[in-house]
Structure formats: structure tokens, C-alpha cells
């Protein structure tokens, strides 16, 4: 019966309606997590962070990160979400970051209100004003896991 599930699709639904990511590192046997506002753009999730955060200087540092995914719910029936692991990387500056900034900033558009009329809206003006970075989370495993559908439902996905 679980097979039946479009698990690709619930999985890609579920994350367009979420807007919080949280981040996981580790460094000396000590883990960490961070949430972060983030946007799923052409399978990789860009979100805004400072350079000298500890989940970006341990994300860099190890090559490694997890990540997960999930709506607050108020029963055990209804927990459902995205697990993945995968890597941190800066999203740079090509066409590629420029069109995952204008995602972004669909998708928050307070965003907007952080500049002046006319200002130009760009990952350099945003970096100075606010001393972040923009990065990309690269999943190389992702699972979705869905209590609704059937106790400890977990299945890889591909996010596309």
C-alpha cells in the first residue's frame, strides 16, 4: 500500500510549503544544529547565513552536513518531513545564485523592505549590508518520512 504514494511529489510539496531548514554539523564529537530560512531551487537549497557562524565554519571544514525538513504537528500520526545529508557550499555569484536569490526573494518577500526604493537588490549589497553569505545545501541522500501514511514510513527520494 505505501508503494502507492507519490512519494517524489509529497516530498517536493512539503518542502515548497515549509520555510525553515535546520542545519546539522559536528566538529570534536560535538553536534550542532541551526535553522535557517532557505529556498528550493533546481535540487539544492540556498539559504543566507553569517561566514562565521559555527554550522558554516563546521559545514566547510568537515565537507559534511545533514539536514531535515518538517511542519509542526500536533500528533505522532501526523509527523512527517525530509532527512537528508549532503554538503555546504557557497552559492557564488554566476547566473545560477542570481536566479536562487530572485527564488528567495519570491518566496520571502519581506526581504524587500531591508533596501531602498531603487536600491539594487544583489548578493554583494545584501552581503555587506547584513555580513552574510548566501550557500547552498547539496543533498546527496534525501528520505521522506510520513507517519500518515503508515507507521515509520521512510523512503528515498529524488528531488528534481
Known sequence: MADEY???????????????????????DCAWAAPV????????????????SRHISEALDSGQASATIYPVVDTWQDIKGIQMSGKIRSAGKGLKALQALHAYTVKFPFVKSFFKPGQALNLEVFAKQFRVRFYCYMPDVVYYLDNQI??????????V
Do not use: C, W
Not at 512519494?7 to 531548514?21: D, G, K, P
Not at 503508515?150 to 528531488?159: I, N, Q, S, Y
Open 6 to 28: 507519490p512519494v517524489n511529489e509529497l516530498a517536493l510539496s512539503l518542502i515548497n510549503a515549509q520555510s525553515t531548514m535546520a542545519l546539522a554539523t559536528a566538529r570534536d
Open 37 to 52: 530560512y532557505f529556498v528550493f531551487h533546481k535540487t539544492a537549497f540556498y539559504f543566507f547565513s553569517s561566514p562565521d
Open 150 to 159: 503508515e507507521f515509520g514510513f521512510r523512503k528515498a527520494v529524488t528531488l
